[in-house]
């Protein structure tokens, strides 16, 4: 079970730049409560995920294992989940696995025009997800190569699983017109809250992830999470502590650290669900990866000395699964010699722990997340946990954590100045735009 240290959050660690446990008297945990068990948001509907039964999944992951590529397309929440599986759990997959896996989660046209030549069509099978099945980036891959099948001959039943709402959209009706495979997003599961549904477990299963392991974590870390105690409750504890660091000490910026390449991707996911969910009405937490030792040498020197704006979350390890001792060389050089004897794992450890000691001697506070390994398991736990977490600091904030009203301004225009039908004065606006003089030199 993954552990959360909440102590450098705390003035008996960190002085006067921290919290007293009064502070979290302020929390009106009931409201939370209260919420979470109305489901005060149909969106909330991710809490149930890891009932879920997987067969269809399994079936579906088993199949699409045994091509030689596996093409993902999705976007934001469709994409970042997946990803952030295959690199936590199966580093360097490529390298020495099939199938092959692309995620092409942008519409960078050289990255498709790389990922086509690199593959044969007729040995892929292609994901596309997208809840809503008309997210512009996703669907314009997906029609070109829908159209690159067709070019072959090759079948789109055969090649495409949809992973996508279970009744509405337009990919919905392409799944019925064209009898393909496809799995449901359930309704009430919004794109960032949907890593442990088909979104993140098809890849999982066709890459030989259990994703009943997955969910069995998910179910572990629920119960506790579901704890009415505020102090007992690890996901209330967090989106508390954050929330007040935010409210009381001005600490506006979440910083993410997990001691471990694997989960660099990891960082990448937490930053989406935290930024989307929680930056409106002027309100949020800004998230800002990092990975560690790596960015010691890189960020640390900020945190350490720059504004006082920030709370680092360590994710620690405690298992690596692997570890390499560091051999008696250069035994004559005193400043090198001393690292002789010790292991790789023993010196990430050592680091993580020193930074934190370092921060926290400075009055900069931190949580630290304790992972026992790397495994399907406790990843199904870390993405529930703080996908609670998130949901819970929402509702803190009083603002609604599902939504991301937002990016519409931006689609819109994009779609007056592509031509979709509805959004002319869109395009009139954005032409007007280009014309104003710009101040550019
Ligand atoms: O979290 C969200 O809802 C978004 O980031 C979506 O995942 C993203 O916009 C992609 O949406 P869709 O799955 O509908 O293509």
Redesign the pocket.
Known sequence: MIRIDFSNLMQNSIGKSGLVSEDFDRIDIERINESLMQRKYPELEFLDLHKADTSRIKELGKYAGGFENFILL?????ALGPRSIMDSLRPFHNFKNKPRVFIYDNVDPATLKNILSLIDLKKTVINV???????AE?IASFMIIWQKLKEQSLKAEEHIIVTTDPEKGNLRKIVDDHGLRSLPVPQGV?????VLSAVGLLLAEAIGIDSDEMLKGAKDIHDRCMNPDLRQNPAYMFASGLYLMQQLKNRNITVIMPYADRLKSFSEWFC?IWA?SLGKDGKGLTPYPSVGTTDQHSQLQLWMEGPEDKVVVFLSVEDYGADMEIPPVFQNMEGLSYLSGHTLGELIKIEQEASEIALTKKGRPGITIKIPKIDAYHLGQLFHFFEISTAVTGLLYGINPFN?PG?EEGKNLTYGMMGKKGYEAKREEFEKYRQQKKFEI
């Open positions: 999705g976007i934001g929440g469709s997800i997208t809840k809503s099945g008309s997210t996703t919004g794109g960032r809250y949907s989406q989307e991301q990016v």
